[in-house]
């Protein structure tokens, strides 16, 4: 099961969903450069104006630009996605070679929990942590990261089973090598694959759940031009017919979560593993 | 093995799993910086004030007591007192129960037949466009948030068409049809979200056992294609499918916080929501630790559904 990286850019969905991100990826680097408008600068004149040539996605309740908001709007939660999946997948990783290696209590503790949490939606978890701890930036990042790790663990403590009694892990217990030695340099260089796919697949769970928190008023907060914010700010207009500012900020979240998950697909089939 | 059994252990995993699902909402719930007593009273309260309040909140005491003391009434449904309401939180989550189980219902009713009969579809039709059509709309439907489905449902049925209505709180005494009505918009966010699950367990189950080789036999033997299909495929192909739905009960749960909140129905959802807000946390640790008892009640009573339909687990024929 090992990673095929040269196939890996021939594959229509990886492709796809690659671009996908690398272009929000751009909005969020260098938006602030490319857009037309200040996307910060009330024009209280102009507010809630239609789409027109001047502003193409049309104005919020601020009159400041949504199309420029929506460009910038990536920033965030491309910054607070990426870093709760690093930290689970570090935690995790963590978790799982010396669950799956050492076995005893703390597996079946660890396996326990893992059970629990599976009986609650993710949501659900960050609102009560969230709510307990304090919305801010790091409180999303670490809740979901320490939600993350479990899962991932469980994954890389399965990888970890089929490896520890092989030959190689024997060789290297003879050689009296140091078990951080054996865990991390010989291992999990032959665990890699299953990890990349799971970090994949948590990076779309990660933005999915930040952009329903933020939402929810849980998660990045004003004066940020986030998607999921922005789709809260200016939800209760829509039955006045002031459609734009939700819908270009609805479809921003959509095509992210569809851009990741195209490439988290495409790493899948890569590595050829198919279905979870 | 018995179905007894089988189910007996299965009852004994789920209340072990409950009983750490209760410590952990626990634990969250006093990860609180601060005194309870003093989010409640304000910051220019009287310091004796906040210990009555504390001692009357029972807060004073050790933590193990507390939980024990929590846990113990939660089973007889005495879940505390609301901190927003300053009255029993047992009423709200009951009451809110129901709605979300209205809410849910309708949206079964429609994912279950819609995603099952897609998947069988798209396993009759495997490798064709429109298998990989059907496919492709379940996986992009899953993956989306609901909030997002939502709005644009919102705006195409209850803008723009003006077909239905875009809150789901109908007026108070609204007879079944009416509150059907207003629920329809409600359920598809959470529709389109099972919808893919669902169809790929279904076409993977009807794949193989259109590969078995019992599915050949019956073939063999002369049976009515619509027999085979029937009899043979189907009641083999859906056994997996019924355990999956019912694990996915947890993921609509899930759904449930930002589509209620979303249509402003409420049910527990919303209160979820709102106690997570009002940090109101004897309502939130009642109201997610009942999110648990349901999913674990599901996942009994889909392996119940499951050893009674799999013929291997039947206990005439296994002794």
């Keep these: 099961m090992r990673l095929t990286w040269p196939a890996l850019p021939r594959r229509g969905t ?9 272009f929000w990826a751009t909005c969020a680097l260098c938006g602030r450069h490319i857009v037309p408008f200040d996307p910060f600068a009330d024009d209280i004149l102009n507010a809630l104006s239609a789409p027109s040539p001047a502003h193409w996605f049309g104005t919020d309740q601020l009159g400041r630009d949504v199309f420029s908001r929506v ?72 809740v979901i990261g320490l939600v993350f790790a479990p899962l991932v663990a469980r994954t890389v403590r399965a990888a970890v089973l089929s490896e520890r009694d092989l030959d190689y892990v024997a060789a290297a217990r003879l050689r009296n090598e140091p078990v951080l030695y054996i865990l991390f340099a010989e291992i999990l260089p032959n665990v890699m694959a299953p990890i990349v796919v799971e970090g994949s697949v948590r990076f779309g769970y990660a933005i999915f759940t930040v952009a329903t928190l933020s939402f929810m008023g849980f998660g990045i907060q004003p004066p940020s031009p986030d998607w999921g914010l922005a789709v809260a700010e200016s939800y209760g207009l829509i039955n006045g017919g002031i459609w734009w500012p939700v819908l270009f900020n609805s479809l921003a979240v959509a095509s992210l979560v569809i851009g990741v998950n195209l490439a988290a697909e495409g790493v899948q089939a890569a590595v050829g593993e198919r279905g979870r | 093995m018995r179905i007894g059994a089988i189910l007996g252990r299965r009852a004994a995993l789920a209340l072990l799993t409950l009983a750490l699902l209760s410590a952990i909402v626990f634990a969250g719930g006093q990860l609180l910086p601060g005194d309870v007593a003093r989010a409640i009273l304000g910051p220019l309260a009287d310091p004796r004030a906040v210990a009555t309040l504390d001692r009357e909140l029972g807060l004073d005491r050790p933590l193990f007591v507390q939980y024990w003391d929590w846990i113990r009434h939660f089973v007889t449904l005495d879940m505390g007192e609301s901190y927003s309401y300053r009255a029993p939180v047992a009423p709200f989550v009951l009451g809110a129960l129901g709605y979300s189980l209205k809410l849910g219902a309708v949206a079964f009713a429609l994912v279950v037949p819609l995603g099952i009969a897609s998947g069988v579809w798209s396993a009759l039709r495997a490798g064709r466009l429109s298998d990989r059509i ?126 209620e909140t979303l249509f402003r129905y409420p049910g527990i959802g919303s209160l979820i929501y709102a106690a997570a807000r009002d940090r109101d946390f004897p309502m939130l640790e009642a109201a997610v630790l009942m999110v648990g008892v349901i999913y674990a009640l599901a996942g009994l009573a889909a392996d119940t559904l499951h050893a009674l339909l799999n013929p291997r687990l039947r206990p005439s024929e296994a002794e």
Aim: no cysteine.
């Design chain 2, 134 to 259: 059907l496919g492709l709309i379940g996986l992009s439907a899953a993956i989306l948030p609901e909030f997002v489905t939502g709005i644009v449902l919102i705006l195409i049925f209850g803008i723009w068409l003006k077909l239905l209505p875009t809150s789901a709180a109908w007026p108070p005494g609204a007879p079944l049809p009416v509150q059907l009505h207003h629920l329809v918009l409600p359920s598809l966010p959470l529709v389109l979200v099972l919808f893919g699950y669902l169809s790929r367990m279904a076409r993977a189950g009807t794949l193989e056992a259109l590969a078995a080789d019992y599915t050949r036999t019956a073939v063999l033997k002369g049976l009515h294609r619509r027999t085979v299909l029937w009899r043979h495929v189907l009641r083999n192909a859906l056994l997996p499918t019924i355990t999956v739905t019912a694990t996915q009960l947890g993921y609509l749960m899930g759904g449930l916080v930002v589509v």
């Design chain 1, 71 to 142: 460009v910038v709007g990536a920033r965030d939660i491309l910054e607070v996605a990426p870093l709760a999946t690093a930290l689970g997948v570090g935690l995790g990783v963590l978790l799982g070679l010396v669950t799956g290696y050492f076995r005893g209590a703390l597996d079946e503790l660890v396996g326990r929990v893992i059970d629990a949490l599976l009986a609650l939606p993710m949501v659900i978890i960050a609102l009560l942590a969230l709510a307990a701890i304090g919305h801010s930036t790091s409180a999303v990042i670490g």
């Design chain 1, 14 to 22: 990886f492709v796809s969903g690659v671009l996908i991100v690398a």
